[in-house]
């Protein structure tokens, strides 16, 4: 049986954590957050009508 891996799951708690904070500090700003926005600039994935109408 595979052991688990604390580390990964601190981290993932860590990271989970700072969002949290930082949507914190965003709404007290007055700015407002997506949920869907992870922050960086991804760029649109095409859906699958963009792939039929080529």
Known sequence: MARQNFK???RQKEIAKQKK????RLRK???E???D???ENSPK???V???LSS
């Not at 904070?21 to 914190?24: L, V």
Request: aromatic fraction near 10%; charge should be negative; avoid cysteine.
């Open 45 to 47: 994935e095409p859906s």
């Open 21 to 24: 904070a930082e949507e914190k």
């Open 29 to 31: 700003q007055g700015i």
């Open 8 to 10: 990964f799951e601190k």
């Open 49 to 51: 009508d963009d792939w």
């Open 37 to 39: 926005a992870s922050g």
């Open 33 to 35: 957050i997506d949920d």
